[in-house]
């Protein structure tokens, strides 16, 4: 296998954005159709089958690559596809203002796209290992040099094993509601017992969704139903899921806490909602990471689906997210081009919400330029070392 490579260590930030009006622009109507999740302007985007070593994978891509610049990849959660997890997050107005400057390129699991061929009896689905392998052949099929992954539930497991095989092809990972552990026997057991008693889609709904929001946001849940039972083959789901329940812990640790440690290299957004089923998950994945690297985002009135809730604030925090890998200098976003106007600093009505810290150390997050909200000086990384990680809130 190839080998990876130890980072250092410092503070660690976490970020927390509340959600004025958690369904936006119109979405309430538009949840009272079922087919709200499917129904996007496709005409500028391009489907592709394509050979990897462990079968053919379904991508849909727009754009092409632009100079240095690296691509947006996508990886779905269980239970979806690419347009069931990200379409309300890839058609918010400030989002396609972003992705104007990038390629971006969709990946479905092997049988989950709409209309996707039933596998045959006995196939046996590609481990989360190999889902990972799968992707080198999507970089260099489209002549990417990196891509940014953003990744949920599943997805956001099989994009950090991405990074941490292949590291140099990844220049940063968002990765929401992740787990990085594998199931116990216990978690085996009880999955099984439900699988035995619930539905594929109610199985898949328990994974997406906290329990709160399936007894009180039934409109957004039962649209899902609809969608899960009806657009993604079952059997393949099931066998995606399978997969899924059986997967490894990832080999990551913080670096320092054991010799050789392993973990991701490239800058990481973890994002959960507050109420979200996956927040102990994420939470665990986080004390493994590099600080350094590292912004932890809970989003406060979230639940298990941010990027389809509240996509105007995970927006906001992608940009930051984008500034702080360098994208809001002119030489570094357009490589010798214009500065969007989306890729600015914030203004300063904004940058003094980087509210309080919880700590002596963090006092402030008021500059303005080149601002990046992960960002700590030498004194607080030095200070941060085997100390309780270092705590901003951000309040929108």
């Not at 959660?77 to 390629?103: A, P, R, S, W």
Request: aromatic share 8%; glycine share 8%; net charge negative.
């Amino acid at each position: 296998g190839l080998l990876l490579q130890e980072m250092t260590m410092a503070g660690l930030h976490e970020l927390r954005f509340t959600e004025e009006k958690p369904l936006l622009r119109g979405q309430d109507a538009e949840l009272e159709n079922s087919d709200v999740f499917l129904s996007t302007v496709d005409t500028d985007w391009k489907e592709h089958d394509i050979e990897t070593p462990y079968g053919l994978l379904h991508v849909v891509i727009r754009g092409s690559p632009k100079g240095n610049r690296p691509a947006i990849l996508t990886y779905h959660d269980v239970g979806l596809n690419h347009k069931l997890c990200f379409n309300t997050f890839f058609n918010y107005e400030d989002m396609q203002e972003i992705t104007k400057h990038f390629v971006v390129c969709h990946v479905d699991a092997p049988g989950q796209q709409a209309g996707a061929s039933q596998f045959p009896q006995g196939y046996q689905y590609p481990s989360m290992d190999q889902l990972a392998a799968m992707l080198p052949s999507v970089v260099q099929h489209f002549g990417f040099k990196y891509v940014i992954g953003i990744g949920v539930g599943a997805g956001a497991y099989v994009l950090a094993k991405f990074a941490l095989i292949f590291p140099d092809l990844v220049e940063g990972l968002v990765l929401m509601n992740i787990d990085p552990n594998g199931k116990g026997w216990i978690d085996w057991a009880a999955a099984k017992l439900s699988g035995l008693t619930s539905t594929l889609p109610d199985t898949v709904l328990s994974h997406l969704f906290s329990q709160e929001e399936l007894v009180n946001n039934t409109e957004l849940v039962q649209s899902y139903r609809q969608q899960i039972g009806s657009v993604v083959n079952q059997f393949n789901l099931q066998l995606f899921l399978n997969m899924y329940n059986s997967r490894r812990d990832l080999d990551i640790n913080r670096p320092g806490t054991v010799p050789n440690a392993k973990t991701l290299r490239c800058p990481v957004m973890l994002v959960v909602g507050d109420n979200a089923p996956a927040e102990e998950g994420v939470v665990e994945c986080n004390s493994k990471l590099d600080p350094t690297n590292t912004t932890f985002l809970k989003m406060a009135d979230s639940g298990g689906l941010p990027q389809v809730t509240q996509p105007g604030k995970l927006t906001e925090a992608f940009k930051y997210f984008l500034q702080g890998m360098g994208y809001s200098e002119c030489q570094g976003w357009a490589r010798g081009g214009c500065v969007p106007a989306w890729a600015h600093a914030l203004p300063s009505a904004s940058m003094t919400r980087l509210a309080r810290s919880r700590t002596a150390s963090l006092t402030s997050a008021s500059s303005v330029d080149g601002a990046r909200p992960r960002a700590c000086t030498h004194s607080e990384s030095s200070e941060a070392m085997g100390q309780i990680n270092h705590t901003m809130e951000v309040s929108c």
